[in-house]
């Protein structure tokens, strides 16, 4: 079992940056992928940044540019987010891929006041 305690969420206005961080325990030798979704109210969960084996990162389409995923150590990885924007407001998800299965952070909220 692998579990995921995101941190940094709050209340920001629209251009403000913000940073937010996750860190893994447990069985995280199994985890091969790491990064983040959110989910917007009304909306499906979608991928905001995952790190690929190998240094590739997947980012969504509207985070390009804005938003930057890094592995801190081996078992943290953090987002950076700039030039926020209202439409950004959503609860982020810390993701871990493992050999047979996803884990999920509880959710972090983040909100942006325009």
């Known amino acids: 079992q692998v579990q995921l305690v995101e941190s940094g969420g709050g209340l920001v206005q629209a251009g403000e940056s913000l940073k937010l961080s996750c860190a893994a325990s447990?069985?995280?030798?199994?985890?091969?992928?790491m990064g983040w979704y959110r989910q917007a109210p009304g909306k499906q969960r979608e991928m905001v940044a995952v790190?690929?084996?190998?240094?590739?990162v997947n980012y969504g389409d509207s985070m390009k540019g804005r938003f930057t995923v890094s592995r801190e150590t081996e078992n943290t990885v953090s987002l950076q987010m700039s030039t926020l924007k209202p439409e950004d407001t959503a609860v982020y998800f810390c993701?871990?891929?493992?050999?047979?299965?996803?884990?999920w952070g509880q959710g972090t909220q983040v909100t942006v006041s325009s």
């Open positions: 993701y871990a891929r493992a050999r047979v299965r996803a884990y």
């Open positions: 790190l690929i084996s190998g240094g590739t």
């Open positions: 447990g069985d995280t030798i199994t985890i091969i992928n």
